[in-house]
């Protein structure tokens, strides 16, 4: 039997990186998944779920809905639409966010909205419509938060950004002791310097990138497939018991981090 036969999860922010590698591989792995992005009908959205589909083998699995998470009541419809679509949900991923660098006295309020409202208010809300469902349905469920190691290290220049993530480490914390109680288990993932397009700066620059890697322990950048891995062992039912941590898959970046 495959991991996660007969469940179905949603995915975040899953037309490209991150996201999307762990929609092809819950695909893989028996789920059917929701995938979602921003937009209706462009061609990334079109490959990316047909990357999804190419992985899980049935285009029946895998369901596409556009919502903006930064705006609370598209979050909501966003959760309640991929119910209505497969009856159910079981596995909610987190993962849609966003980054901005500037200086400290340079962030802007609509930067900090920008961050803050898709990276911390965005999951809150989607969570919450989430829970609502395992609650009404009596269900147990899973939920991951995509974070990063700056839930935990300093990123100067990126002050929003380590608020969000500090703030969804307590979030994920707070909510593995109040949901636990129902069978529903809270974790993040705190993935390190992954190639993804949030790094598209950064891979084009080949002497960061180089006193990057020196930084990092297994001496290369993380690929979205490694983020992947670590999200279907606490989807599946080997992570039963495991609720309120942090699983971080950085390489070994945030025992020997240093801004450049
Ligand atoms: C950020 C990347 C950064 C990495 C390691 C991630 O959370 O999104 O921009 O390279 O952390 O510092």
């Known amino acids: 039997m495959k991991a996660l036969e007969s469940k179905t999860a949603l995915v975040t922010g899953s037309t490209q990186g991150i996201g999307l590698a762990i929609a092809e591989r819950f695909a893989k792995e028996g789920a059917r998944v929701v995938l979602n992005g921003r937009h209706t009908d462009d061609e990334k959205t079109r490959q ?20 903006d998470l930064s705006n609370t009541a598209d979050a909501q419809r966003l959760v309640r639409d991929a119910i209505a679509h497969f009856g159910q949900l079981d596995i909610l991923v987190n993962n849609a966010g966003v980054e901005t660098r500037a200086a400290f006295e340079d962030v802007t309020e609509a930067d900090y909205d920008r961050v803050l409202e898709l990276n911390l208010k965005g999951i809150f809300f989607t969570t919450q419509t989430f829970v609502q469902h395992l609650r009404s349905t009596k269900r147990s469920g899973k939920i991951i938060n995509i974070s990063s190691v700056h839930e935990e290290v300093a990123f100067p220049h990126f002050a929003a950004y380590c608020a969000s993530k500090g703030g969804l480490k307590m979030l994920m914390r707070d909510l593995a002791v109040e949901l636990g109680p129902e069978g529903i288990t809270v974790n993040n993932i705190a993935p390190g310097a992954i190639e993804t397009p949030i790094n598209t700066a950064l891979l084009h620059d080949e002497a960061k990138l180089a006193s990057l890697r020196a930084n990092i322990p297994l001496g290369r950048l993380g690929k979205p497939e490694d983020v992947a891995a670590a999200a279907l062992f606490l989807a599946s039912a080997d ?7 942090s699983l971080v898959v950085d390489g070994g970046l945030m025992r020997n981090y240093h801004e450049q």
Not at 48 to 67: E, R, W
Not at 239 to 245: E, I, R, S, W
């Open 48 to 67: 990316a779920v047909q990357a999804a589909q190419t992985a899980g083998g049935s285009a029946d699995a895998i369901h596409y809905i556009a919502a």
């Open 239 to 245: 992570a039963d018991y495991v609720t309120g941590a």
